[in-house]
């Protein structure tokens, strides 16, 4: 019966040593292959011995492992001194029993070579440094010296073959550095063969603009990274920025902060925009756009978080004078700590070099939101591609972070389109908001409009607003004939506005003068109405009672004749009797 394959999950993993090297352990996913010799190759003065020599000590500080550095160029006392400034006391590391330091001087000169020579010596050297302190990484700088004094190349290719399965049996994770040869890794060409792991390591000059770059060329039994990735080496050693490390993971939030102007809040349907998303305000020179961003930055600050400033176009003393000329006064959150101004001109380093020092300074300062202006000038020290590849990485690690992020980028009118910007990233950010001139007869006025605003429907209106003393102020829709109106246009349409609201007062009075006449006229006619037919009714009551006095006086005097002449007629008939 056939067994069933094993899913990855049930195979073993190859086990590998960490270097503790920012970026570096990400990339190769674990480390270097423990026990195994990986070759670090490159030109000169790309880092090669620096990163060996922080492999080791990162080594003994973070995973207690001893090391043992045997060079062939420089002495220890010069690699000492070297790697004082970063922070590494070889010399106390070997004081503790934790390093063992050996400079092999090699002097072609002094090598007799003869059909029986080989690498014996060296492995009894490299043994003794090993057992003696119980070393789990070995570094070996470099491998040219070594094999400067072999003229015969079958004798070098066997030695080399040699050397690296010594340090295979030997069980310990090995650096072997090596110079970089015409159109191969190495000098010899054969070292990036028996190696387990291959780094190339590569210093570049573009544009007069130093950039390192690393690559793993091979890495067996694992996967690795493949693309070509920025380093620095600073004060702190050596930091590796991968590329595509950074998944579309992050958590995201429902918390809405300020903007910092409110009338811009009022655009937004939910009164601003979300923690922890990314911002770019776009717009020609003089557009308020450093204003905007320290609106910003003051409405964070206020509430009590941080906030890291990013100049590259003013010192951090021109930046505060200038806010305060429009009534926002950063100068106290700076002296409590909650506001950090970062300046510097984009050509001081290259993009790699600002985008650890934003690294750097997050880690340091803890900030919850960062403001950089402008993002436009990185176009000088590096090319487009390069420059949309360094944002995606910085606007991916804020997220990552939950920290909220704004950016203002200068834009340039083309066939009068301003609708992308030169660095391409408007399609990364979660708000675009836009500003631009608003150009009329013989003045210039300011006008914002958002054109995107992820999550949140938004205004479609372009706002006009002003710079005052007391900060930005956007003014209210004015809607003329042909539409909104700004700047003297809004003057005109307002004082037309009054002029008509004077007339129309002046007629509605009018009007009500001419109601108040009718109305008098018409109660004097209803009077002399009234009073006339007071006179007809009284006439007619007169008219009445004497009919009435008559018609009584009448029956009154034919009772009484009618009474006379009964008596009269009794009186008148002769006495009869029957």
């Not at 440094?129 to 010296?145: N, P, S, Y």
Request: hydrophobic share 40%; glycine share 8%; aromatic share 6%.
């Amino acid at each position: 019966m056939q067994d069933a394959p094993l899913s990855p999950a049930t195979l073993q993993q190859l086990p590998k040593a960490p270097t503790g090297i920012d970026g570096l352990d990400e990339i190769t996913e674990g480390g270097l292959p423990l026990g195994r010799p990986t070759l670090l190759c490159g030109s000169a003065g790309c880092g090669k011995t620096l990163l060996a020599i922080e492999f080791l000590v990162r080594g003994i500080r973070n995973y207690d492992e001893p090391g043992v550095l045997m060079t062939f160029e420089e002495t220890a006392d010069e690699l000492a001194a070297n790697v004082a400034s970063l922070g590494f006391d070889l010399k106390q590391l070997q004081a503790d029993k934790q390093l063992r330091l050996d400079h092999v001087h090699i002097d072609r000169s002094e090598i007799e070579e003869t059909g029986e020579y080989d690498l014996d010596g060296l492995f009894i050297r490299l043994g003794y440094a090993i057992d003696t302190i119980g070393a789990k990484r070995v570094v070996l700088d470099t491998i040219e010296a070594l094999f400067s004094g072999f003229p015969n190349e079958a004798v070098l290719r066997s030695e080399i073959r040699r050397l690296f399965r010594w340090l295979k049996d030997k069980g310990v994770t090995t650096i072997i550095t090596a110079e970089r040869g015409e159109g191969t890794l190495t000098r010899q060409g054969l070292e990036e063969y028996v190696s387990d792991c291959v780094i190339l390591l590569d210093n570049r000059v573009i544009d007069q603009i130093t950039t390192r770059r690393l690559r793993i060329v091979k890495y067996r039994g694992s996967t690795h990274g493949t693309n070509e990735y920025p380093y620095l080496i600073s004060e702190d050693g050596i930091s590796v920025l991968p590329v595509t490390s950074l998944k579309l993971e992050h958590t995201v939030s429902e918390d809405i902060i300020s903007s910092g102007v409110p009338g811009l809040d009022e655009m937004f349907t939910r009164r601003g925009w979300y923690r922890g998303s990314s911002v770019l305000i776009t717009g020609t020179a003089g557009t308020a756009k450093t204003t905007l961003a320290a609106a910003f930055a003051l409405e964070t600050c206020r509430r009590g978080e941080r906030c890291l400033y990013f100049a590259f176009e003013e010192s951090p003393a021109q930046l505060i004078r200038n806010m305060r000329s429009v009534g926002m006064d950063l100068r106290p959150f700076l002296d409590q700590g909650l506001l950090r101004i970062e300046a510097a001109r984009p050509t001081l380093n290259g993009l790699e070099r600002h985008l650890v020092t934003l690294h750097r300074a997050v880690a340091q300062f803890q900030p919850h939101a960062v403001v950089i202006d402008p993002i436009s000038n990185l176009v000088s020290v590096g090319s487009l591609n390069e420059v949309r590849s360094m944002l995606t990485r910085m606007i991916d690690f804020l997220k990552v972070n939950n920290i909220t992020a704004l950016f203002t980028a200068l834009i340039s009118a083309r066939d009068g389109r301003m609708d992308m910007t030169e660095e391409g990233v408007s399609s990364l950010v979660d708000t675009w908001v836009s500003v631009r001139d608003l150009e009329g007869i013989g003045e210039r006025n300011r006008g914002l409009s958002i054109l995107k605003a992820r999550g949140m429907s938004h205004s479609n209106q372009v706002r006009e607003f002003l710079v005052t003393e007391n900060g930005i102020q956007l003014l209210d829709v004015i809607i003329g004939p042909a539409g909104i109106i700004t700047g003297a246009g809004r003057l005109t349409q307002r004082i037309q506005e009054e002029a008509q609201r004077a007339v129309q007062q002046h007629e509605s009075a009018r009007r009500d003068r001419d109601l108040e006449r009718k109305r008098r006229v018409l109660e004097a006619t209803i009077a002399n109405l009234r009073t006339e037919f007071e006179t007809v009714e009284e006439e007619l009551r007169r008219i009445s009672h004497e009919e009435q006095t008559r018609e009584t006086s009448l029956h009154e005097s034919r009772a009484v004749l009618a009474k006379g002449l009964s008596a009269d007629y009794l009186a008148a008939k002769p006495n009869t009797r029957p």
